[in-house]
Antibody, heavy 119, light 111 residues
Framework: QLQLQESGPGLVKPSETLSLTCTVS????????WTWIRQPPGKGLEWIGY???????NYNPSLKSRVTISIDTSKNQLSLKLTSVTAADTAIYYC?????????????WGQGTLVTVSS | QSVLTQPPSVSGAPGQRVTISCTGS?????????VHWYQQLPGTAPKVLIY???NRPSGVPDRFSGSKSGTSASLAITGLQAEDEADYYC???????????FGGGTKLTVL
């Protein structure tokens, strides 16, 4: 059974880079789409971007200039880097596998990790 | 402002039927892109409830059903139970944005 676990600093200073890792267990990170999604406290979900095992990426246009998503197949990990963060980037960050049958949907999700941007 | 529009809240008594709408446009639902629904229980990660407009993953009760027509989609919940109290989100693809999009979410309250 595929399981995902996000990890990384819970506090990041404004203007710095947010870096998170998603460790995949119970299956290989290869041959799938993988995505990051975030949720500001008390608000809705926002898609950040995806990485396809072939190396293709696609990012939310509103974040594209600041986001990089990559994978490390040797560690079975997905990573997210978001540069020049501000308080508006404070959110719970989720990683998820993308299922590409009957459209593209997310299953399973990690439990999420809260990142607060503050000095 | 979300690309997919959902009502902020809906409510119903135990045993009743409620529906949650998801309204899009010609660049997403109207083009034929599939819609998916997620349930987010308090303090937990979302989980998929309906995928490909009408399909239920194994383990999801048949009280939950999805439909889609034109630029709109709906999630119906019959036989409401207290445990259904959660936030519900629709999700699809938008060709204008060239990316995946979510609705703003709907909070379901079981009275």
């Amino acid at each position: 059974q595929l399981q995902l676990q996000e990890s990384g600093p819970g506090l990041v200073k404004p203007s710095e880079t947010l870096s998170l890792t998603c460790t995949v267990s119970g299956g290989s990170i290869s041959y799938y789409y993988w995505t990051w999604i975030r949720q500001p406290p008390g608000k809705g979900l926002e898609w950040i971007g995806y990485f396809y095992y072939s190396g293709n990426t696609n990012y939310n246009p509103s974040l594209k200039s600041r986001v990089t998503i990559s994978i490390d197949t040797s560690k079975n990990q997905l990573s997210l880097k978001l540069t020049s963060v501000t308080a508006a980037d404070t959110a719970i960050y989720y990683c998820a596998r993308v299922v590409d049958t009957e459209g593209y949907y997310y299953r399973p999700w990690g439990q999420g990790t809260l990142v607060t941007v503050s000095s | 402002q979300s690309v997919l529009t959902q009502p902020p809240s809906v409510s119903g008594a135990p045993g009743q039927r409620v529906t949650i709408s998801c309204t899009g446009s010609s660049s997403n639902l109207g083009t034929g892109y599939d819609v998916h629904w997620y349930q987010q229980l308090p303090g937990t990660a979302p989980k998929v409830l309906i995928y490909g407009n009408t399909n239920r993953p194994s383990g999801v009760p048949d009280r939950f059903s999805g439909s889609k027509s034109g630029t709109s989609a709906s999630l119906a919940i019959t036989g409401l139970q207290a445990e259904d109290e959660a936030d519900y989100y629709c999700q699809s693809y938008d060709s204008s944005l060239s990316g995946w999009v979510f609705g703003g979410g709907t909070k379901l309250t079981v009275l």
